[in-house]
Every structure is written in C-alpha cells, then in structure tokens.
C-alpha cells in the first residue's frame, strides 16, 4: 500500500468507532470471501449439469475453490482439468508417470492440447502439467492477474459472467472432440502400472 493510500485510509478512520469497525469487516473478510465462492460454485455446477452436458466428461465441485473435469472413462484420479483458487490447470496425480507426460504434450502430435490454454504462466511444475493463473478479465486493473481474493468478489456479483469465462476454458478441452481423444491417449499412455 502507497504513502498516499495510507494517509487517505488513516483520515477516513479518523474515530475509535470508524476503527472498529473497519476492524471487524476485515475480520470477516474470509467469510464474505468464502460466500462469493459458493454462489459461484452452486451456479457453476447447475450451468455444467444443464448446459454443458457431455458423454465423455464428468465434473466434480470439491471443498474450498475447486473444481475438477475429468473424463468419465478415467475417473477423477485421472489426468483431468482443474480450477483451483486463480488457477486453471492440467494435472496428473501421482499414479502417472510424469515425465514421460512433459515429453509427449512437447511432441507435435498433443500440441492441440497445450494449446487450448490462452497462456501457461507454468509447465512442468510436478503434477501441475501446465497452469494458466488468474487468466480471467472483468475490466479491471488485475484483469488476465487476479488472485483468489479480488477475483471473489466477481465470483459473488459477475457470477455470469465468471462462469462464461470459466465455460469458455473448459469447453476448449470438453467439446473438442480432437482434443479429448488426445486426453484420452495421454491418460492411457502414462498412467503407472500397479
């Protein structure tokens, strides 16, 4: 926070009482948070369900900000599409050898597949395959560099509008057919035998 943002902040709380309670709605910061997320989570889930239905993938909504597509064929410990707090990734849990999926999706044959995402800030970066972080634009200063916090408040009060963008991600991979059979592959080419 800048000098000038300061001394703005400290002329507005300028009584015991403006203190407190600016204290006690930063107190509650998690939970306004944590609401926002919900109702985005709660919409989300019925717009995959209703609109968005699709054979071959599955979707599950886990605790705090996270929501996993995976297709149906593999199950969700599979190599499967994640949205996690900013992040949108492709993730391989550790039943897959790993390096040999960093050496196919560098081939030719699976670059229709990296590139369904818009950017990757990471590769290669253990599980995490490839993550494309707070990619998502609402007319804002932090647009395509959000974090979890700043982006809740669209979550809550664009809610439509984060589930088009959300949609629009997953869709590349979900109805693209090219695409989920290369998904396929990489799942039955790399997953480790017990």
Same mark, same amino acid.
């Given at each position: 926070?800048?000098?000038?943002?300061?001394?703005?902040?400290?002329?507005?709380?300028?009584?015991?009482?403006?203190?407190?309670?600016?204290?006690?709605? %930063?107190?509650?910061?998690?939970?306004?948070?944590?609401?926002?997320?919900?109702?985005?989570?709660?919409?989300?889930?019925? %717009?995959?369900?209703?609109?968005?239905?699709?054979?071959?993938?599955?979707?599950?909504?886990?605790?705090?900000?996270?929501?996993?597509?995976?297709?149906?064929?593999?199950?969700?410990?599979?190599?499967?599409?994640?949205?996690?707090?900013?992040?949108?990734?492709?993730?391989?849990?550790?039943?897959?050898?790993?390096?040999?999926?960093?050496?196919?999706?560098?081939?030719?044959?699976?670059?229709?597949?990296?590139?369904?995402?818009?950017?990757?800030?990471?590769?290669?970066?253990?599980?995490?395959?490839? %993550?494309?972080?707070?990619?998502?634009?609402?007319?804002?200063?932090?647009? %395509?560099?959000?974090?979890?916090?700043?982006?809740?408040?669209?979550?809550?009060?664009?809610?439509?509008?984060?589930?088009?963008?959300?949609?629009?991600?997953?869709?590349?991979?979900?109805?693209?057919?090219?695409?989920?059979?290369?998904?396929?592959?990489?799942?039955?080419?790399?997953?480790?035998?017990?």
């Amino acid at each position: 926070m800048n000098q000038e943002l300061i001394q703005e902040a400290k002329s507005m709380l300028n009584t015991s009482e403006k203190w407190n309670a600016f204290l006690d709605l %930063t107190y509650q910061k998690d939970n306004i948070r944590n609401q926002w997320l919900t109702k985005l989570k709660d919409e989300l889930g019925n %717009t995959f369900l209703n609109n968005y239905f699709s054979n071959y993938w599955d979707f599950k909504i886990n605790g705090g900000f996270s929501i996993q597509w995976f297709l149906k064929e593999f199950g969700e410990n599979s190599i499967s599409l994640w949205l996690e707090n900013e992040n949108f990734s492709l993730y391989a849990p550790s039943n897959f050898n790993i390096e040999e999926i960093y050496k196919l999706i560098k081939s030719a044959n699976f670059l229709p597949l990296v590139n369904c995402f818009e950017r990757s800030n990471s590769i290669s970066n253990g599980g995490y395959i490839i %993550t494309d972080k707070g990619n998502f634009s609402f007319g804002t200063p932090y647009d %395509t560099n959000f974090e979890l916090d700043r982006l809740a408040w669209f979550a809550g009060n664009e809610t439509e509008n984060f589930i088009s963008q959300i949609s629009e991600k997953v869709n590349k991979f979900r109805l693209n057919e090219e695409v989920t059979n290369l998904l396929k592959e990489l799942n039955q080419l790399t997953k480790n035998q017990l």
